[in-house]
């Protein structure tokens, strides 16, 4: 993709941010190692940051297979793609109980079209966390758990491309958007432990939501390479075609309109709020006022 077979890329490991600071955004960069350290050594399990570990993983990878060119671990990615992208289609319908709506007023999962993606996103996840380990590999030694963290890893950041191209792609007024994204992972990475199918739930490590990832892996730069395996995708793009189907439906993009001037109402609500110094949650005659108001504006569509 670009790079010299058999270039390899030097990285050096981040230390882990101290409580206060802020958390990995995504971005990650690769500099010089010292050789003394070496990489066969390293636990990839123990790397927080999902760019450090996709790094080892392939690494490793390259190490259980005669040191071949890392570049060549992104044709077993795209093997990891097509089984992701088909239980994502797949599942999502079995998803159902996991991307109800909810009454919590800051919920990001309320339209259908949010519905839907929620469900792809938690089929993703449920995918990532049902990843076993090959029993015929145990003769080698650990490859079978190596491999079982590398395909575990990479679709966790194939899984973040996707998330990237439903934001990107599902605009207003039917839309996903970082809320919409975000707690679809946070909220069921809750079912992790229940999904993991090994006994020893730390080998499944949380699958995170991490926007736009940036860094270099395998001599390859992640974001623009994931975006081009996720968009030729025919699994990937016949949800995003659902999605659009959706957002095609009068009813649904007048639901959608009355809840997105909802929210905007909210937040000048809240904004006001704050600039009077006025803390805690709205009361219940202010919620309930809203709910008429979406009423009245529902009628006006």
Not at 66 to 87: P, T
């Amino acid at each position: 993709m670009g790079v010299p077979t058999g270039q390899r890329v030097n990285w050096t490991t981040r230390v882990k941010p101290d409580k206060g600071e802020q958390p990995d955004d995504g971005k990650c960069g690769f500099g010089d190692i010292n050789d003394e350290e070496g990489v066969d050594d390293e636990d990839c399990k123990g790397k927080t940051e999902l760019c450090e570990r996709a790094q080892c993983v392939t690494n490793q990878w390259s190490k259980n297979r005669d040191n071949r060119s890392e570049n060549d671990a992104w044709n077993d990615v795209k093997g990891e793609l097509e089984r992701l992208s088909e239980d994502i289609n797949k599942n999502e319908g079995s998803m159902r109980t996991h991307c109800k709506g909810n009454s919590d007023e800051d919920s990001r999962i309320v339209t259908d079209i949010e519905k839907r993606a929620c469900r792809y996103i938690t089929a993703g996840l449920k995918h990532i966390y049902n990843i076993q380990a090959n029993s015929s590999e145990k003769e080698k030694g650990n490859e079978h758990l190596d491999n079982q963290l590398f395909k575990r890893t990479m679709s966790c950041l194939l899984l973040n491309a996707y998330a990237d191209k439903l934001e990107r792609e599902v605009k207003s007024p039917c839309k996903v958007d970082k809320g919409t994204t975000e707690q679809a992972f946070d909220r069921w990475n809750k079912q992790r432990d229940t999904w993991c199918v090994d006994s020893d739930k730390s080998k499944c490590f949380m699958c995170e939501r991490l926007k736009g990832l940036s860094c270099t892996v395998g001599g390859t730069e992640v974001k623009e390479t994931l975006k081009t395996m996720i968009d030729d995708d025919a699994n990937i793009r016949q949800s995003l075609t659902t999605l659009n189907n959706i957002n095609n439906s009068i009813c649904n993009r007048s639901q959608c309109v009355t809840t997105q001037r909802t929210r905007d109402k909210r937040d000048e609500r809240d904004a006001k709020r704050k600039a009077q110094g006025i803390t805690g949650k709205a009361s219940n005659q202010d919620r309930i006022w809203e709910v008429w108001k979406g009423f009245i504006l529902n009628i006006a569509v």
